[in-house]
C-alpha cells in the first residue's frame, strides 16, 4: 500500500471525434484509437460502428503514473484512431496529448478527481491537421484503485468486467457449499454415485424399504378394520338376543 501511494492513477476517456479524414470509399468507416504511455503497453477503445467519420466510443482507460510524470513538460499520452479494414486497418491520424495542458498541474489539484474536458486536433499522416478528438482527464490516489497496483494501463471495461466474473465465482462457491444447492448431492446429503450398479442396487434397496413402511402401515390399518368389524359383528348379536327375548 505505501507503494502505492507514491504512485497516482491518470484515468482518460477518450469521448469521440468529428470530421476526421475518411480513408475508405466505398463503406462507412469503423474506427477504434489506441492509446499508451509506454509503447510496450496499449489500450484499445471499442469499435464505433456507426458514426463514421464522427466516432462515439466513450471508453476510459487507466494509467498508473509517478508524481514526477504529472509535473513533468514533456509528458504526455499517444492517441492513434484507425479504420477497421477487411485485410488491414489504416490509420486515420494522431494525437499527442501533454499532460500539463490537460490538466492544472500544481500541489492543489492533485489528485483532482473532478475530471477536465478538452478538444484536441487530430494530425493526419500526411502531417495535416483534420477532425477533432473530445477527450476528459482526471487524477486518482493509487491507493483509491488497489487493482492497478501491479497493472500499468488497464481498460476500464475489462476492469468492470473481471470484478463481475470475481462475483460469480464467489457466489458460485457459495451456492456449492449449501446441501441443496449442490445438484450431485442426493436429500440426504449423499453423493450420487457414478456407478450405474451401484446406483441401481441403491434404487432397490429404497424401493424394498419404501414398500416394507407401505406394507406395515396397510398391516395397521387392516387390524383395525377387524377390530370394527368385530365389535360391529358383535353389537349386532347382542340387538338380535334382545329382539329374540
Partial sequence: MAEMDKNYVLELTLISAQELKKTLKFRRMKTYALAWIDSAVKVR???DR?????????DKFLFRVSPEFLYSETSGISI???????FRDSLVGTVRLLVGNLLRIGSSYIPMRVPCFNAVQVRRPSGRFQGVLNV???VLFGSDVPAMNNVPAINFRELIEEAS???????SQSVAGKPHGNPFLHYD???YSR??????HRMIREMETTKHARSSSDGVRRGNGLEISS?????SGSILEDDIV
Wanted: proline share 7%; hydrophobic share 35%.
Fill in 45 to 47: 477503445t471499442c469499435i
Fill in 50 to 58: 456507426v458514426g463514421g467519420v464522427n466516432p462515439t466510443w466513450n
Fill in 80 to 86: 492513434e484512431i484507425f479504420a477497421d479494414g477487411i
Fill in 136 to 138: 476528459g482527464a482526471s
Fill in 165 to 171: 466474473k470475481s462475483k460469480v465465482v464467489r457466489r
Fill in 189 to 191: 446429503n449423499q453423493p
Fill in 195 to 200: 456407478d450405474p450398479v451401484r446406483e441401481r
Fill in 231 to 235: 365389535k360391529q359383528v358383535a353389537r
